[in-house]
């Protein structure tokens, strides 16, 4: 695999039906237990509040590309165009459909999650940020 490599994303359907989905049956499970009616409403309230959360996130990803390098090095590119370094951290989950990335950015102590789907880089990309995550363990 020639590096560097760039993968651009996109907003994944995938990962929005799914979130669509969880959503749904947590309102049908918070509907179905026995509880006052205002706490019912209460609670889907809660509910639909971190659905429409979590679809305008997917919607609108804050990550644009990942930029990964020669010697291990990974960048992310903001939507703004903001360039930062980040580091994988070992919890970073790979399956065959689905990777999602634990990164910490820029030497900062909060780490981010970047789920991604195949839907989200195309298969191409997919494979290769899998081969490049394994070559990253095997190399540490």
Do not use: F, N
């Amino acid at each position: 695999m020639p590096l560097p490599v760039t993968i651009s994303l996109r907003p994944s359907r995938r990962l929005a039906l799914l979130l669509a989905l969880a959503h749904l049956a947590a309102l049908a499970i918070a509907w179905s237990i026995s509880l006052a009616p205002s706490y019912k409403a209460l609670l889907a309230a809660g509910i639909v509040a971190s659905a429409l959360h979590c679809l305008r996130r997917v919607r609108h990803p804050a990550v644009a590309a990942l930029h990964l390098g020669k010697t291990g090095e990974l960048e992310i590119e903001t939507k703004v165009g903001v360039r930062e370094m980040a580091t994988v951290l070992p919890q970073t989950a790979v399956l065959p459909g689905l990777i999602v990335l634990l990164l910490r950015r820029g030497g900062r102590s909060r780490t981010m999650a970047l789920p991604l789907p195949t839907d989200a880089a195309g298969h191409h990309a997919h494979r290769q940020l899998r081969l490049w995550l394994k070559w990253q363990t095997a190399a540490a």
